[in-house]
């Protein structure tokens, strides 16, 4: 059996049917502070997020600089492998 719930909507709220399990799992997610519009609206705004937006943001950083230290590091004994 599911449950029911209201989702705002533009200032109106609908009802929605969802089954148990996935309230669960809503249920799991949702933050102390928010209803489960709220966590229905943040999965959707996480899923229609555009990473590209993000590529090279690190290319200057320090972080990549150890990173790459740390890639060299753990590679250099693997090519020295028989």
Known sequence: MGLCFL???ES????????DDLYRQ???IKRKEESFSDVIRRLLE???TDIGKYFGVLRDSPVMAY???????IRSPA???A
């Open 79 to 81: 090519r020295f492998k």
């Open 7 to 9: 989702v705002p909507i």
């Open 46 to 48: 996480r899923r229609n």
């Open 12 to 19: 109106h709220m609908k009802t929605i049917t969802i089954p």
């Open 67 to 73: 990173l790459d230290d740390m890639v060299k590091e």
């Open 26 to 28: 809503l249920k799991k």
